[in-house]
T-cell receptor, first 117, second 116 residues
Framework: AQKVTQAQTEISVVEKEDVTLDCVYE???????LFWYKQPPSGELVFLIR??????QNEISGRYSWNFQKSTSSFNFTITASQVVDSAVYFC??????????????FGQGTRLTINP | KAGVTQTPRYLIKTRGQQVTLSCSPI?????VSWYQQTPGQGLQFLFE???????NKGNFPGRFSGRQFSNSRSEMNVSTLELGDSALYLC???????????????FGPGTRLLVL
């Protein structure tokens, strides 16, 4: 069965610190997709990044960066120079290959990130 | 483009009642998925619809059902509500291309259901 583990339930840092959110996944599929979503207090899940299993290149987008390592089944997310607006719950998710392209996301339990001024 | 919209945003029901939630996907998106979010169980997949057909279903009782219309709009229904059905129900849509890879799911703001 597919599984996503986010071991850090809550993280609290002071503004401008760097912070890394960990994500470890389990799957038997050779083709799969990994995602990170942000959930602010309003509740909507905001898409941040999508990675397929054949692309292990790390990605940087502004203050955000992602480190994908198949060897350790990890897809970690780093925020550099954190800001108060980064405070939210962050979810890592795995998409099954599925039958006939059927969509299903398996989510981790989420990490609540609090950035203190 | 307008995002995924969900109505209503908030609902209060009592045990035993039924409820219908609505979701309008992003224009052009043909796949709609539903998720339930609770503090105890986290985010769990309910079902996915594509071209008016349910393609995938999560591990929920038969009280949870859904459908999709020809314009890709979707509804989910929960009958005989229980206290444990109190949750945030999120709808997501994605663009599906024939034979294409998995697409990103974009989420709506959710419907917060409280069962008393």
């Amino acid at each position: 069965a597919q599984k996503v583990t986010q071991a850090q339930t809550e993280i609290s840092v002071v503004e401008k610190e760097d912070v890394t959110l960990d994500c470890v996944y389990e799957t038997r599929d050779t083709t799969y997709y990994l995602f990170w979503y942000k959930q602010p207090p309003s509740g909507e899940l905001v898409f941040l990044i999508r990675r397929n299993s054949f692309d292990e290149q790390n990605e940087i987008s502004g203050r955000y960066s992602w480190n994908f390592q198949k060897s350790t089944s990890s897809f970690n997310f780093t925020i550099t120079a954190s800001q108060v607006v980064d405070s939210a719950v962050y979810f890592c998710a795995l998409s099954e290959a599925g039958i006939q392209g059927a969509q299903k996301l398996v989510f981790g339990q989420g990490t609540r990130l609090t950035i203190n001024p | 483009k307008a995002g995924v919209t969900q109505t209503p945003r908030y609902l209060i029901k009592t045990r035993g009642q039924q409820v219908t939630l609505s979701c309008s996907p992003i224009s052009g998106h043909r796949s709609v998925s539903w998720y339930q979010q609770t503090p105890g169980q986290g985010l769990q997949f309910l079902f996915e619809y594509f071209s008016e057909t349910q393609r995938n279903k999560g591990n929920f009782p038969g009280r949870f059902s859904g459908r999709q219309f020809s314009n890709s709009r979707s509804e989910m229904n929960v009958s005989t509500l229980e206290l444990g059905d109190s949750a945030l129900y999120l709808c997501a849509s994605s663009l599906i291309l024939a034979g294409g890879p998995k697409e990103t799911q974009y989420f709506g703001p959710g419907t917060r259901l409280l069962v008393l």
